[in-house]
Nanobody, 123 residues
Framework: QVQLVESGGGLVQTGASLRLSCVAS????????MGWFRQAPGKEREFVAA????????YYGDSVKGRFTISRDNAENEGYLQMNSLNPEDTAVYYC????????????????WGQGTQVTVSS
């Protein structure tokens, strides 16, 4: 079992940066892929980024490439999403997730999910 708790969301202006954190409990976190998804009101859940268990392989959604960076610290059981150059289209609830699947952009591949943290970007 893995439990995930996100933090770091908030209200920022266009062009600002935020760093989201995901704290995991459970011994198996460091063997799982970790991902971030987001969901805006009235829209489907969207893949943001994923990182493999070692931290050596990363994958990003097209809308965040070059602006967001995913990372993890297995010794601390934590994952991060550094978000730069934020714009209003990034406004959503951001969810951390983990699992053993290998289709990283598919939310069905992740067994464990956090409760989400709200990110709001004003214009």
């Amino acid at each position: 079992q893995v439990q995930l708790v996100e933090s770091g969301g908030g209200l920022v202006q266009t062009g600002a940066s935020l760093r989201l954190s995901c704290v995991a409990s459970g011994r198996l976190f460091n063997t799982y892929t970790m991902g971030w998804f987001r969901q805006a009101p009235g829209k489907e859940r969207e893949f943001v980024a994923a990182i493999d268990w070692s931290g050596l392989k990363t994958y990003y959604g097209d809308s965040v490439k070059g602006r967001f960076t995913i990372s993890r610290d297995n010794a601390e059981n934590e994952g991060y999403l550094q978000m730069n150059s934020l714009n209003p289209e990034d406004t959503a609830v951001y969810y951390c997730c983990s699992g053993l699947g290998n289709i990283w952009a598919d939310p069905a591949q992740y067994e464990y999910w956090g409760q989400g943290t709200q990110v709001t970007v004003s214009s």
